[in-house]
């Protein structure tokens, strides 16, 4: 099947349905048109195209990793990206902080009732050409509407399979005194995107969304023998939290110096305005990584090869004190405990 035109016009007229409708959902004429016209049309691959109620798969030889997560962003779009290829992107980066390439994606659609059938579309093809970024294929999923006012637009439920073709053990339990922890750029954005657009902030240069798959630099730091212990993404409680499962599931203390933690200025002033701890903001395209000190420029040359613009930083280490603390060096040299936050700074952002 031909890859659909993100540019070409929705495949259900606007003269038929201009509008998701309830009849969408139940099964009949309709949800059997949406499905032909806007999801077989824009995900069609061999295992989609049987049409049966469940696929069938052939995986390669390895350890499997499997995830799931579901995406409520609001707004729909945002600058730097959408719910569509947020939704693979976050998927694919869970998957990746196993040391796993992906492989399939399943995906399921909440629609309310009156979403113009545009922006649907608009959403199904930047899902689409996200999933064929990452090398992986939807193979199948699942439609429901709700009554209008229900359903915030649109939600979408996406399981990620992928294949771990590492013999590591990449979790909290394989992290060591010594190790470097790395970032893989500036941190906030994708929160700060979002937090701009709701309340109407400007800034000199535009804040976009980092939205993003990480798995490349991942498999390109295993390629190259990176002894990777413990891989995180930094979504909803953003570096802090991150690290606070990390050290707390490991028993070791981490030692941060906050001039290493990399900020961009207008993230920062926009946190400022709000309030907010950009170290507690959610990334979609961020994760941290903990490697042996003396793999610490290898990782770092790598992970600059596959993003030639990322402020990729060593930003602390892990210590044998058996705490199972996050500690910050401030820029002025005091030491204080970086604790879990109580909860979710900026809701409804992924």
Request: aromatic share 4%.
């Amino acid at each position: 099947m031909s890859t659909p035109d993100l540019q070409a016009s929705c495949p259900i007229p606007i003269t038929e349905y201009p509008r998701v409708l309830m009849a969408h959902g139940g099964g009949g004429r309709l949800m059997h048109q949406l499905l032909e016209r806007i999801f077989i049309t824009a995900f069609g691959n061999p295992i989609l195209l049987l049409r049966h109620d469940s696929a069938q798969l052939t995986v390669p030889p390895g350890r499997l990793a499997l995830t799931t997560d579901s995406y409520v962003v609001r707004p729909l779009f945002f600058p730097g990206g959408d719910i569509g290829s947020l939704a693979v992107h976050g998927t694919v980066n869970d998957l990746a902080m196993s040391g796993a390439r992906p492989l399939y994606l399943t995906s399921a659609f909440i629609l309310e009732e009156g979403l113009p059938m545009e922006t649907l579309w608009r959403i199904v093809c930047s899902m689409s050409a996200a999933a064929r970024l990452c090398g992986a294929q939807i193979i199948t999923g699942d439609t429901k509407v709700v009554d209008k006012g229900k359903g915030d637009g649109l939600f979408i439920n996406t399981t990620g399979l992928g294949v771990i073709e590492t013999s590591l053990v990449i979790a909290p339990e394989s992290v060591r005194p010594g190790d470097a922890i790395l970032v893989n750029g500036d941190l906030g954005r994708h929160g700060m995107a979002i937090m701009a657009l709701r309340e109407g902030l400007e800034f000199e240069s535009r804040i976009e969304s980092d939205s993003a798959p990480v798995h490349q630099s991942v498999l390109a730091l295993l390629a190259e023998g990176v002894a990777v212990h413990c891989l995180r993404d930094l979504t909803r409680g953003g570096l802090t939290s991150a690290l606070n499962e990390i050290a707390q599931t490991s028993h070791f203390s981490l030692d941060l110096e906050e001039a290493c933690v990399p900020v961009r200025p207008d993230v920062r002033a926009a946190c400022e305005i709000l309030g907010l701890d950009p170290m507690l903001v959610a990334c979609e395209g961020r994760f941290t990584a903990f490697v042996p000190e003396a793999q610490v420029r290898q990782a770092i040359s790598l992970l600059r090869d596959q993003a030639p613009e990322a402020d990729i930083r060593q930003i602390g280490r892990v210590t044998s004190e058996r705490s199972g603390r996050v500690y910050l060096r401030s820029t002025l040299g005091g030491r204080r405990i970086l604790d879990m936050p109580g909860g979710e700074q900026l809701p409804r952002i992924c």
